[in-house]
């Protein structure tokens, strides 16, 4: 997985946390938690508040 693939990160951090409100999460903790992904293979550099945003809202959409 890439930062790109937000809907696909949204889903796995919904099942790797499933007790964990997305709302509450801060982006530190959201960063670190999707390069611990199994599958995650990104430069951690090319993450940024922008992706973040948009993995949290899906990650937030994912468990509506």
Excluded: H
Aim: aromatic content about 10%; cysteine-free.
């Amino acid at each position: 997985m890439k930062w790109t693939d937000i809907n696909d990160i949204a889903i796995e951090l919904s099942e790797a946390y499933p007790d964990q409100d997305p709302l509450k999460v801060n982006f530190v903790d959201l960063r670190n938690w999707v390069m611990a992904l199994p599958g995650f293979d990104d430069d951690p550099n090319r993450s940024g508040e922008k992706i973040l945003e948009a993995i949290q809202q899906a990650w937030i959409d994912e468990v509506s």
